[in-house]
């Protein structure tokens, strides 16, 4: 059985630029959430995607959003970065019945670096 | 809102010490609570979860009771080791329809041979 796996596991953007990070769902998992995890911080809830849609939203402005593609894989697009974007950004996959969320299995992050 | 306080860290102790790492909560209705492990360069691990008031989770030698009249699930370990030296959170989800858990801000442990 594969794990939650996240692409790239590190990247640096300039300020102003758009990033496209990816996660690929533990098999059998049909609902993938993104956290965003500031250096020394806890992880803070982006959004969750639920049978492609969008399923909760946490505190975050509108350049921050994502897809989810009928293989339960997941990406999230951050346009217009900011230096305070820069962050570890872990994708966490579980599996629901009806949204909501189980116990959630979280890859291993990308580090996004802004300039 | 709904939100966990954790005690703050680094905490530092010796090989087969006893531990005890606090949090706190406030939610509305019943809330399920997670403490999470991130080992140094590595995603984030469930380590135990409790679902309901006077629910354990266990694992690993790790325990965690759901207090709810404290509003409370503090982590305890009988006897630590090198291996556990990491980042713990502690988190809640506010019931089964939620879609977002939400993290303290987590206590680092290191443990000295």
């Known amino acids: 059985e594969t794990g939650v796996t996240q692409s790239p596991t590190h990247l640096i953007k300039t300020r102003g630029q758009q990033v496209t990070l990816r996660c690929s769902s533990q098999?059998?998992?049909?609902?993938v959430s993104w956290y965003q995890q500031a250096l020394g911080q806890g992880p803070q809830f982006i959004f969750q995607?639920?049978?492609?849609?969008?399923?909760g939203r946490g505190n975050f402005p509108p350049r921050f959003s994502g897809l989810q593609f009928p293989n339960y894989s997941s990406e999230l697009n951050v346009n217009a970065l900011e230096l305070d974007d820069s962050a570890l950004y872990l994708c966490a996959s579980s599996f629901s019945a009806s949204g909501g969320t189980d116990t959630q299995y979280f890859g291993p992050g990308t580090r996004l670096t802004v300039l | 809102g709904n939100s966990v306080t954790q005690m703050e860290g680094p905490v530092t102790l010796s090989e087969e010490a006893f531990l005890t790492i606090n949090c706190t909560y406030t939610?509305?209705?019943?809330?399920?609570l997670f403490w999470y492990v991130q080992y140094p360069g590595e995603g984030l691990q469930l380590l135990l979860k409790a679902t309901k008031a006077d629910d354990k989770g266990s694992n690993k030698g790790f325990e965690a009771t759901y207090r709810k009249e404290t509003t409370s699930f503090h982590l305890e370990k009988g006897s630590v080791q090198v291996s556990d030296s990491a980042v713990y959170f502690c988190a809640l989800r506010r019931d089964s329809s939620a879609s977002k858990i939400i993290f303290g801000s987590g206590t680092r442990l290191s443990i000295r041979p």
């Open positions: 939610a509305t209705g019943y809330p399920s």
């Open positions: 098999s059998g998992h049909n609902t």
């Open positions: 995607y639920y049978r492609e849609e969008e399923n």
